[in-house]
């Protein structure tokens, strides 16, 4: 009996030491990962627990529920409610794009035409329906590479998918090595390198001295189905700046590695919607094997990229069909060709693989085709610059009186474009003095964003940076001076500025914030919000919680957030923090004599969830 007591004794000794141990072990993790540096581990009361196998708090076989019910808040003395803890999403989650997520497609039933793309365009979850969690990065996760490094080699363990190693491995596309992903610059039609291939574009349009930037007056490029985006990224040292676009298809991660490179990307696909770009936009569309059919559906795809074009702005073609090699080629090869020249198009050079089509100056050559002739010019009421949900339409867009009397869009070379007052300002009535003031306005700002980050950043902390409003996009212009690039995202229920922005030789895109932006998680090293949750907060449907989980979602651990405001909103954020494992960097009131915003810079956080420690481990 006694030999019993003493071994119950030593189990309880046993047990209690286990658990004063697994308590102190949880303490020690917690608060001993505060310290300052990249590699520091930060955790929160929910990120040490798995969180289900559904991010919308679902088993993987259910239908998608409501809210997971985990979120909790906490009452604060003076403003009543503040949150405890946001859950972490299940780590396989950690490529989550809510918008464009298949899962979603297949549990809501969609009946969409694969043929068509539809399946890789937007279908955002209902309000009830989204998530609230945080997206955790996949296992052994590093602070991205630096740019300009970055543009050659990516750290494996941030996108780990190698599989396009394997299939283009004959094209140079990227090669694994080690921890890293090496991108030595090939692509389907350009083997040898994207700088050969781009040098010979130029050649073939008689460009000086073979460079694509023809003298400052080709600087925005549409490259669609762009791959691993080696032909936008090639293109900067040009001071080319391409909008690299691609779906996550079958080729998957093409545009998470563009952006971990630090290149200019979006997912988008030319499907049955008009791609969230005003008209008149790029100098040059090109397509390298991109795979799309461009006859389909009345040429409605080439009818988009008309739209998209300026006048005398070019599309460059690299595919079989351009050298025709045999009967099948032929055909789309003179179909194709009876196409675009119903559509005014000539062929300004033509050699080996590739092709390059002009579009005209003006539209004297519209209103010289036939009677009947297809496809038709579009209708006098149709806006060519509506486009966030918009139906792509099978005609041709003709040019404004003004673009056709100056036979050109009268656009500065760049980089004078750039703080130049541009042509289309007068379609919203707004004056050349008011546009230098709003550039003169957010070079101050931006010097002062400088100072207060300058603490926490070196010149190449940096790279990709997004406007969340960008207005006239002086805040990217003020930027001209920095090694980085700016997704300028103009609200879908605004003034279209985004053709202004365009203009200036800069790129973006429309959005509502009410939904999840088109890209990955973890791309972007700063976000800029001025007034961006003023409005959120205002409109029905929408929550600033939401809000900034998607903040959270898109931007990459160690990034910034820079938040303009006025106090009750910088207030509410800062509240928000600890729940969602950021930090303030500085707050600081507004400098301008007239203005009450207050501006709040805060930074992510850089953790890991518990299963992901493990495996790292």
């Given at each position: 009996?006694?030999?019993?007591?003493?071994?119950?004794?030593?189990?309880?000794?046993?047990?209690?030491?286990?658990?004063?141990?697994?308590?102190?072990?949880?303490?020690?993790?917690?608060?001993?990962?505060?310290?300052?540096?990249?590699?520091?581990?930060?955790?929160?009361?929910?990120?040490?627990?798995?969180?289900?196998?559904?991010?919308?708090?679902?088993?993987?076989?259910?239908?998608l529920g409501g809210k997971q019910e985990d979120f909790k808040f906490g009452m604060d003395d003076e403003d009543g409610i503040v949150p405890k803890s946001f859950p972490v999403c299940d780590d396989r989650y950690s490529e989550l794009i809510p918008c464009l997520d298949r899962h979603l497609i297949y549990q809501m039933r969609l009946k969409l035409d694969l043929s068509l793309m539809e399946h890789?365009?937007?279908?955002?979850?209902?309000?009830?329906?989204?998530?609230?969690?945080?997206?955790?990065?996949?296992?052994?996760?590093?602070?991205?590479?630096?740019?300009?490094?970055?543009?050659?080699?990516?750290?494996?363990?941030?996108?780990?998918?190698?599989?396009?190693?394997?299939?283009?491995?004959?094209?140079?596309?990227?090669?694994?090595?080690?921890?890293?992903?090496?991108?030595?610059?090939?692509?389907?039609?350009?083997?040898?390198?994207?700088?050969?291939?781009?040098?010979?574009?130029?050649?073939?349009?008689?460009?000086?001295?073979?460079?694509?930037?023809?003298?400052?007056?080709?600087?925005?490029?549409?490259?669609?189905?762009?791959?691993?985006?080696?032909?936008?990224?090639?293109?900067?040292?040009?001071?080319?700046?391409?909008?690299?676009?691609?779906?996550?298809?079958?080729?998957?991660?093409?545009?998470?590695?563009?952006?971990?490179?630090?290149?200019?990307?979006?997912?988008?696909?030319?499907?049955?919607?008009?791609?969230?770009?005003?008209?008149?936009?790029?100098?040059?569309?090109?397509?390298?094997?991109?795979?799309?059919?461009?006859?389909?559906?009345?040429?409605?795809?080439?009818?988009?990229?008309?739209?998209?074009?300026?006048?005398?702005?070019?599309?460059?073609?690299?595919?079989?069909?351009?050298?025709?090699?045999?009967?099948?080629?032929?055909?789309?090869?003179?179909?194709?060709?009876?196409?675009?020249?119903?559509?005014?198009?000539?062929?300004?050079?033509?050699?080996?693989?590739?092709?390059?089509?002009?579009?005209?100056?003006?539209?004297?050559?519209?209103?010289?085709?036939?009677?009947?002739?297809?496809?038709?010019?579009?209708?006098?009421?149709?806006?060519?610059?509506?486009?966030?949900?918009?139906?792509?339409?099978?005609?041709?867009?003709?040019?404004?009186?003004?673009?056709?009397?100056?036979?050109?869009?009268?656009?500065?070379?760049?980089?004078?474009?750039?703080?130049?007052?541009?042509?289309?300002?007068?379609?919203?009535?707004?004056?050349?003095?008011?546009?230098?003031?709003?550039?003169?306005?957010?070079?101050?700002?931006?010097?002062?964003?400088?100072?207060?980050?300058?603490?926490?950043?070196?010149?190449?902390?940096?790279?990709?940076?997004?406007?969340?409003?960008?207005?006239?996009?002086?805040?990217?212009?003020?930027?001209?001076?920095?090694?980085?690039?700016?997704?300028?995202?103009?609200?879908?229920?605004?003034?279209?500025?985004?053709?202004?922005?365009?203009?200036?030789?800069?790129?973006?895109?429309?959005?509502?914030?009410?939904?999840?932006?088109?890209?990955?998680?973890?791309?972007?090293?700063?976000?800029?919000?001025?007034?961006?949750?003023?409005?959120?907060?205002?409109?029905?449907?929408?929550?600033?919680?939401?809000?900034?989980?998607?903040?959270?979602?898109?931007?990459?651990?160690?990034?910034?957030?820079?938040?303009?405001?006025?106090?009750?909103?910088?207030?509410?954020?800062?509240?928000?923090?600890?729940?969602?494992?950021?930090?303030?960097?500085?707050?600081?009131?507004?400098?301008?004599?007239?203005?009450?915003?207050?501006?709040?810079?805060?930074?992510?956080?850089?953790?890991?969830?518990?299963?992901?420690?493990?495996?790292?481990?």
């Amino acid at each position: 009996m006694r030999g019993r007591t003493d071994g119950s004794q030593k189990k309880r000794l046993l047990t209690t030491f286990v658990l004063v141990s697994a308590v102190l072990l949880f303490l020690y993790l917690y608060f001993g990962s505060q310290s300052e540096g990249e590699s520091a581990l930060e955790y929160g009361s929910r990120s040490l627990r798995k969180l289900g196998s559904s991010y919308l708090g679902g088993d993987d076989e259910s239908d998608l529920g409501g809210k997971q019910e985990d979120f909790k808040f906490g009452m604060d003395d003076e403003d009543g409610i503040v949150p405890k803890s946001f859950p972490v999403c299940d780590d396989r989650y950690s490529e989550l794009i809510p918008c464009l997520d298949r899962h979603l497609i297949y549990q809501m039933r969609l009946k969409l035409d694969l043929s068509l793309m539809e399946h890789y365009e937007r279908h955002c979850p209902l309000p009830e329906r989204r998530f609230n969690c945080l997206i955790p990065p996949p296992t052994g996760y590093k602070v991205p590479i630096k740019w300009p490094k970055s543009r050659d080699e990516v750290w494996k363990a941030n996108i780990p998918h190698t599989h396009l190693a394997h299939e283009k491995s004959d094209q140079n596309w990227m090669v694994v090595k080690g921890e890293k992903i090496i991108f030595p610059g090939g692509g389907t039609h350009f083997h040898y390198g994207a700088d050969k291939y781009i040098k010979s574009l130029a050649n073939m349009l008689n460009f000086s001295k073979d460079n694509m930037n023809n003298e400052g007056n080709l600087r925005t490029v549409l490259d669609v189905g762009c791959g691993v985006a080696s032909f936008g990224g090639y293109l900067l040292s040009s001071d080319i700046i391409a909008m690299s676009l691609a779906p996550n298809d079958v080729h998957q991660n093409q545009i998470q590695f563009a952006l971990e490179r630090g290149i200019p990307a979006y997912l988008g696909v030319l499907g049955t919607k008009r791609l969230p770009y005003p008209s008149r936009s790029f100098e040059l569309a090109h397509c390298s094997r991109c795979r799309i059919d461009w006859l389909q559906r009345d040429g409605i795809l080439l009818l988009e990229l008309d739209r998209l074009l300026r006048p005398g702005g070019y599309f460059a073609y690299s595919s079989p069909e351009a050298y025709a090699q045999d009967e099948e080629d032929l055909r789309i090869w003179k179909e194709m060709s009876a196409l675009v020249e119903r559509m005014c198009w000539k062929i300004a050079a033509k050699r080996n693989q590739t092709v390059i089509w002009v579009k005209p100056l003006t539209n004297d050559c519209y209103m010289e085709r036939a009677p009947g002739t297809q496809p038709p010019l579009c209708r006098s009421n149709d806006d060519p610059d509506a486009v966030y949900g918009v139906n792509m339409e099978p005609c041709i867009t003709p040019y404004s009186e003004h673009d056709h009397a100056s036979k050109g869009s009268g656009l500065a070379p760049w980089p004078a474009r750039l703080t130049s007052p541009p042509p289309r300002l007068a379609d919203f009535g707004y004056s050349t003095d008011m546009f230098e003031k709003d550039t003169e306005l957010w070079r101050k700002r931006v010097e002062n964003y400088w100072d207060l980050l300058s603490p926490k950043i070196s010149t190449n902390t940096i790279r990709n940076v997004m406007d969340m409003k960008a207005n006239l996009g002086s805040f990217g212009a003020a930027l001209g001076n920095k090694d980085v690039w700016v997704m300028n995202v103009v609200p879908e229920d605004g003034p279209n500025t985004l053709k202004l922005i365009y203009d200036r030789g800069l790129i973006g895109s429309i959005h509502n914030w009410c939904e999840a932006y088109s890209t990955y998680p973890r791309t972007y090293d700063l976000l800029h919000a001025s007034n961006v949750f003023t409005d959120i907060i205002e409109k029905k449907g929408c929550s600033a919680e939401d809000l900034l989980i998607e903040i959270d979602r898109i931007l990459r651990p160690t990034g910034f957030l820079i938040v303009r405001d006025k106090k009750p909103v910088t207030d509410f954020v800062k509240k928000y923090l600890p729940a969602i494992h950021w930090e303030t960097v500085a707050v600081a009131d507004s400098s301008e004599s007239d203005g009450d915003d207050v501006v709040l810079i805060v930074q992510k956080k850089l953790w890991l969830t518990s299963e992901s420690l493990r495996e790292t481990d």
